[in-house]
């Protein structure tokens, strides 16, 4: 699965592929501007992907503390692209690791 692709899905699809891990769940919801049950997704399974999201959203919130707390559990340096380019860098990258795309 593409960017695109999971993009055009965030559109036709009133929920995330229950299939996808959690973080890429969360990054569903990110998308469609439900920043509560993204973040309450981003902490479910894998810790590091996870924690990426969770930095993201945190920045996105305006809360730039928590999120380089996030970046650090994440092992990823603090982003300086916008909310929108971060968030489709790591859809990007956990597409190329998730077997179900």
Known sequence: ?????????CTANRA?????????QALWHAEKGEWEMAHDKCQEGDVKEGAWVHAN????????????????????????QTIVEERHEIITVLLGD????
């Open 1 to 9: 699965m593409s960017l695109k692709d999971f993009l055009a899905h």
């Open 16 to 24: 995330p592929n229950p299939e996808w891990r959690p973080a890429l």
């Open 57 to 80: 959203l945190h920045r996105e919130e305006g809360d730039l503390a928590n999120a380089g707390y996030w970046y650090h559990r994440a092992g990823k340096p603090e982003s300086r």
């Open 98 to 101: 998730d077997p179900s795309a």
